[in-house]
Structure formats: C-alpha cells, structure tokens
C-alpha cells in the first residue's frame, strides 16, 4: 500500500500535546494544593484492606511459599482458592492499563472472565500435572505450539530468527538480554491490542492473516525501544552522533521518509550501519500496513513520543530551575503517547474514550516506575521527579512532591476516570501497595523509612494508612509481575547455563582435538597414506558433536570418569568421520570441500579414501575395546550395539543412493533421515547410558528424543544448503540439488522443512519431560540444532 504524505507540523502537534498534559497536570497539582482528596483516599484504603488482612486461621492452612518459586506459588494459590482472584485482579489491570478498556462494560467483563477461566485452567494444570519441578511453561516449543495452533508458526520461526540476530548485534552497553525481555513484551503488547481489535467472530483465515501482521508490526515497534530510546539512553553515541542520529530519527517521523545514512565518520559506525537497515526495513514494513487516513496521526504520536523523551534526555540534574511543569508534562506526554501509538501501529478504529483513558492513566505508571527505579536513576544522575526532588527539596519550596502527586492521580483516576469502580479500587490500591511493599524489599526497611520519611511528610494521616497496609495488607501481587519475575530469572538461568554450555563444548572440543591424531608405529618402514589421511580428515573443522553429546551425557549428567570413557569419545569421532569419508567418494556424493578444506580422496586417491574410511572405522571398534574400566558384559553389550547401528548407517546411505532423481514420501524421507543421522545421536547418547546402566525407561526416552533432534538437525543441514553461507558451513553450497537428492527441502519446500524442523524440534523437546531428570545440556543441544549457521 502506498501512502501519500504531506510533511507533518511538528511544532503544532507536540504544542497541542503539550497543551492537553499542562491542562491534565495543572488539575492535579490544584487537586493536590487542596488535599480535598484526602478524606476520600484514607476511606478508600480502610474500606479495600478489609479484603486483604492477614487471616490467622484458615480451613486450608498451608505455608505461602516466596513468590520467586514460580511453580509453588501457582500451586498455593490454586490450593487456598485465591488463583481465580489472583488472576482476574491481574488481567483487569492489564485490560486498564495496556488497552484503556473500562471494566465495567459488559463485554469487557465477559472477554475477562473467559481469560481467567482459561489461564487458570492451564496453570493449574501446567503446575500439578506429574509435579514435576524441571517443567519449563515458557519454552520455545511451548510458543511455537500456541503459534502452530494459530496457523502462524512461519510467522513466529522468522520472529524467533529476528530477535536472535537483533540480541547477536546489541552491544553490552545496551544490555541485550533487557532489550529482548523488551522487544518480546512489545510483541505481546501489539499482538494482544489487535486480538481485542478483531474481537471473537472474525472468521479464521483472517485471524491468522491479522496476528500475523500483528507479530511483525510488533517486532517493527518494538525496534525503536533498543534501537532509539535505549541507545540514545546509554551514552554509547559521542555528542556529534547522538546529535546527528537523533536529527535521523525527527527527520523520518517529519517527512514518513528514512534519509539515507550519510557517510558515519564515528567509532560506532558498523553499528549504526545496522540499526539504519533494521529500522527502515522496520519503518517501511508499518508504512505499508497502515490504513490511508492513520498514517499521520501514527507519525505524529511517535514524534510526540520522542519529543517527549527528547526533552527528558536532554535534562541535567544539575540545573536547579526546572519547573514545575518542565518536570511532569514530558513524563505525562511520553506515558500516554508509548500505549496510544500501539493503537496507532495496527489502525486501531479511533476512540475517544479509549484514548482519554490511556492518557490519564500514563502519568500513574510512569511515577510509579520512577519510584521503583529511584536510586538507580541517582547513581545515573537521571532526572526524574523524584531524584529532582529529592535533590532540591530544601531548596525549592515550590516544586510538586512525586509521591504526593501519585496519589492525587490515583484519586482522579479511581473517582473521576473510572468512577469509584470498586474493582478499580481493588486494583490500583493492591498495585500501589504491592509496589511500596516491593521497594522496602529491595532497599531495606531503614532507606525505604528515610524515602518515606521524605516523601510522605505532607499527608501524615494519608501515610499512616499506607504504611499500615504496607505492613499488614495480604493477597496484593499480580500476576504479570510474577511472570515478569519468573521470565527474567528463567532467561537468566538459561543464559548462564547456555554459557556454560558453549564454554564447555568449547573445551570438550580441544581436549578431544588434542587426542584423536593416530601415532604411526616406530617400526613402519614406509610412510603410511592412510594414517596420513585418517590425520588429514580428522584435522579439519568438525563440531565434533558426537563425542561432545557422549561427554555431557557420561561425565555431566551419570558422573563416569572422563578417562573411562576417552576410548568411546575417539571411537565415535574415528567412525563418524569414516562416513563422511564414503560420504564424499566419487561413487557416492563426490564432495570436493568438507570442513573447510578439500575432500580426501581429491588430495590422495578414492582408494586411499576408502581404505582410510575402513581403518577409522576398525579403530573405532578397537577403542571401544579398550575401555577396561567397565564390566566386560557392559562393553561388549555396546560393541554390539555399536556394530548395530554402523550396519543401520550403511543402510541408510544406501537408501540415501538409491533415492537420488526419485520423488520420496515424507515418511520416507523420515526413516532415511533417521537411519542417516537420527542413529549417530542416538549412539551418543545411548552408549554412555548403557556404561551407566540406566533404566529401560530412561534409555526409551533418549532414543525418542534422538530420533526426533536427528530429523531437525538433518533437516537444518538441508537449509543450510540452500540458505547457508559456504565460508561458514564449510562446504560447497546447494549440493544436494546438483546431485539430484531427495532432501526436505526438494519435498517440503523451504517454508514446509522449517515447519517439518520446528515441529521434530517440539517433539524433542517434549519428550525431554518423561526424562527422570531434568538435563539441560539436551534442551541447550536442542536450541543449538535449529539455531546453527553451520
């Protein structure tokens, strides 16, 4: 769609903004000199605490566990009967809050009742079901499940890829795991305004069509938050290019145009050279889906929105002359202009009401935010309301107290937006306390006295009521902090261990590096081409996966000495290594690049390369041989498992030839897939449990789970080959289609292999549940599998 734009007037839309916040700021700063509000509030508070004291007795007495145990608390609340409560605080919150609905409209109600009664279902489900502890509710096989049943799983791999690639070019300084919480809630924030737009009778093609575009208008949005606020925010850019990046950014919002980015002299220029093609790729993908007569009002919320920020950005808390107003009205404008620009990205129908309701409500969130964030905003000399306050207090008798000013929002919103709602009243007083509650926490009971000490002087009977409910009220939380808290120590524990998992892999690498090259014997007359060419193979770049699974499995995860099991570590790298050896051969796939370098039987001979194939493979066997520190009924069980799967691997490249120019099934395709690579993970991961001597049971769910992680991998390998980049997969490009190889992409398409990827890679991930215990190495694996560019 193309949309024809005249240059917007800046000056006049951020004046008329500014005008309505002086109008909205000037009222409550009235309201606050009179303290009328007062009374009403102190009513207010003594008549909600009566829902929330602490209730000495109960029928169901059962210790509250912390709130930071995710899963238990769930399962307390679902035990005590306050889960349904919990939740329906909670999203009537969210409805407030993030979409300006008023919960006292019947429909509204109804949408909010069916959303509690699902999710509560689910938790309670999803938290008692087996009990187990290790289950993970937020993984990636979970959102791919949700967006698989809403048709848009294609939408959802190219989301996942995207903010894989945006968190890989986030320098430290913009913190790239905040950034991508961000961007996924910007996501969620867009998508969950379009699911209300299109309300329940849209017809099911053009749900799927809308939440499509949702995701990526969100994705686009959310761009703006690392790539603009963030950026400019961190100090990262000197002077010149913040100037002339922020001058970028007003020209685009100005014009609906993205200059070209003129040559960048500065140190960050790669950066910026990435962040302009993101962005405008970004910028033109909202320009095209937005509705003719929107676009303008969509470039003039962002511009108020930046403005906003700009003028924030641009304080120094040094400066002891700021008004009154040149402290609120930027926050009030900034608040409100974030969540009416979401409407505004999906050509939202206008609503009056709707938007009057966004913007009263903004200010409350940003004070509350300021509050939390206090210290931290004065270790960074940020100014916000209530550093600045705090800073000049003594000196400024007419600067507006934050926290006073938050209750007098507080007041205006409850009896004047939303007209003394008692559910309102239930949710803003239980956020409010919950959030002093959370602050005294974090800071300590004597800051969090001094901070109070400070900022409630001047209502000492409103505080009294405060800081008795503060102490004593119960049953206040919400549920999207918990999830909040849950995600971000999730992600956190996730991103240590994959850490841990990379520098390990690393190691296990060199180590097995360092013992595979085969020592020709002292007593050999002639130089022996085929050791020379086992060392050959074995030296070029391999991932070196086999051993490294087998490693984790025997040493991580069953607690084998890594001595006793070096031999089978050598034997699966040595037979592996013999199959891409034959693989490569002139009879077969008549490779000429594997690893990185030339393929063997072109550097020496096909006979050469064949017959090294053969000794790699008996040196595989001879190791597993050796290994004496186990029963010799063990080792031999796994000899002859090991011949076994060697046999299956033969035949399944044989079926491999065999298909080459044929039209294969999927289930074909499936069961050559397996017998080619399924059975190598399989053998990593079953021979070191079989040295543990684990159970049937354990032994059957890692063979299911290899079965379905070597479809995915093998089904990457076929992308890679289409999609890949030969300077880092090491290997020639689009082999398989010069050979004539029935691959998934050549049966699938490329849209239906990644689908085909993604859903073995569920399958996988699923099983990983009806393991006795949780191993994360395999969910790391996993992600590895579907995310590699090699």
Known sequence: MKTNLEKINTDVCYQEAEQKAADYFQSLHTQLLQKEDIPTLITDIELWRKNHRRHLFSIKSRKKPDPKDYRKYIQWLHYTNKLESYLKRSFSYIFMRDLGKDIRDKETKEK????????????????????????????????????????????????????KTVSANIPEELEPEHAKRKLIKLIAGVVMQEVEEMGKDVASEERKERLDKAIR?????????????????????????????????????????????????????????????????????????QKPDNMTSFL???????????????????????????????????????????????????????????????????????????FDDMAEESVTPYTYYWKYHDRRPDLVNPFELYWTVIHHLIHHVYYSDPMVCEMIFSRAINSLKRFKERWGRD????????????????????????????????????LRDHI???????????????????????????????????????????????????????????????????????????????????????MHTASLI??????????????????????????????????????????????????????LQLIRYSAQKTEEMCQGQAMDL??????????????????????????????????????EREIKALKKFAYHAGIAFQIKDDLLDVEGKEEVIGKTIGQDLVNKTATFVSVLGQDGAKRAMWEHFCLASETLEELTSPIPFLKHLLNYIVHREN
């Open 112 to 163: 909010l009742d069916k959303m509690v009664a699902d999710v509560k279902n689910h938790l309670a489900d999803s938290t008692t079901k087996g009990n187990k502890e290790h289950t993970d509710t937020l993984n990636m096989a979970s959102l791919y499940r949700l967006a698989e049943k809403e048709g848009v799983e294609l939408t959802m791999i190219w989301v996942m890829n995207k903010i």
């Open 217 to 289: 208008l969100g994705y686009a949005y959310g761009l703006t938050y690392p790539f603009i606020d963030d950026l400019l925010d961190a100090k990262l850019l000197s002077n010149e290019e913040e100037k002339q990046y922020s001058d970028l950014i007003r020209t685009t919002l100005t014009t609906g145009i993205v200059p070209d980015l003129e040559n960048w002299t500065g140190e960050n220029q790669k950066l910026i050279y990435y962040i302009h093609s993101e962005l405008k790729e970004a910028f033109e993908y909202i320009k095209a889906n």
């Open 300 to 374: 003039e919320q962002s511009y108020i929105f930046f403005q906003s920020q700009e003028v924030d950005r641009w304080k120094d808390l040094s400066n002891p002359n700021y008004t009154n107003e040149e402290i609120y009205i930027p926050i009030i404008l900034k608040s409100s202009s974030s969540r009416l620009i979401v409407r505004s990205v999906i050509s939202a129908a206008h609503d009056d009401e709707v938007n009057d309701r966004l913007f009263f409500y903004g200010i409350y969130n940003q004070l509350a935010d300021d509050f939390t964030d206090m």
């Open 447 to 482: 800051k969090y006295n001094q901070v109070m000490e400070l900022y409630a002087s001047g209502i000492p009977e409103l505080n009294k009521v405060i800081q008795e409910a503060v102490r004593k009220a119960e049953n206040v939380d919400f549920f999207d902090k918990l």
């Open 488 to 574: 971000i120590s999730s992600l956190k524990k996730e991103q240590e261990e994959q850490e841990d998992f990379i520098d390990t892999v690393r190691e296990i690498r060199n180590r097995i590096n360092t013992v595979l090259p085969i020592l020709e014997k002292d007593n050999q007359l002639l130089k022996n081409p085929i050791i020379d060419g086992a060392n050959y193979s074995l030296a070029g770049e391999g991932k070196r996966l086999r051993p490294v699974i087998t490693w984790f499995m025997a040493v991580k995860q069953y607690g084998l000495e890594e001595s006793a099991i070096l031999p089978l570590l050598k034997s699966l790298e040595y």
């Open 582 to 635: 034959f693989d490569d051969l002139p009879s077969q796939d008549n490779a000429s690049v594997r690893r990185g370098r030339r393929t063997l039987h072109q550097v020496y001979s096909t006979a050469v390369a064949e017959l090294t194939g053969l000794f790699l493979t008996q040196k595989g066997m001879e190791e597993q041989a050796s290994m004496d520190q186990f029963e010799a009924k063990t080792v």
């Open 658 to 695: 065999e298909s080459k120019g044929k039209v294969l099934s999927l289930e074909q395709l499936n069961t050559l897939c397996f017998y080619k690579t399924g059975i190598a993970f399989e053998a990593s991961l079953i021979m070191p449990a079989m040295l543990a001597n684990v159970s």
